[in-house]
């Protein structure tokens, strides 16, 4: 079993940044994609942005320049690293992980966290 707890959420003003972490424990030799989920208010849930085993990210069009995603192994903690935020992005973000890409958003979930930006 693989257990992720997600930190890092909260109020910001618009333009602020904001990082989220998501440490995994157990077992997490299953993991070799991760990424980050959010969902806002009457929308489906999205995915925001994904990294593999050996570090290639992938982030969705509308936080392109805005969002990083990192994973640092030795903590078996990914990082979420939003700058210049919107409003728009204001939702609850959640952390995924799986043994494939094809699987992420199947397999394993952590808690979500609520992520507010003011304008």
């Known amino acids: 079993q693989v257990q992720l707890v997600v930190s890092g959420g909260g109020l910001v003003q618009a333009g602020g940044p904001l990082r989220l972490s998501c440490a995994a424990s157990g077992s997490i030799f299953r993991l070799n994609v991760l990424g980050w989920y959010r969902q806002a208010p009457g929308k489906q849930r999205e995915l925001v942005a994904i990294?593999?085993?050996?570090?290639?990210?992938n982030v969705a069009d509308s936080v392109n320049g805005r969002f990083t995603i990192s994973r640092d192994n030795a903590k078996n903690t990914v990082y979420l690293q939003m700058n210049n935020l919107k409003p728009e992005d204001t939702a609850v973000y959640y952390c995924?992980?799986?043994?494939?890409?094809?699987?992420?958003?199947?397999?394993?979930w952590g808690q979500g966290t609520q992520v507010t930006v003011s304008s």
């Open positions: 995924a992980a799986a043994k494939e890409r094809r699987t992420l958003g199947s397999e394993y």
């Open positions: 990294i593999n085993s050996v570090g290639s990210t």
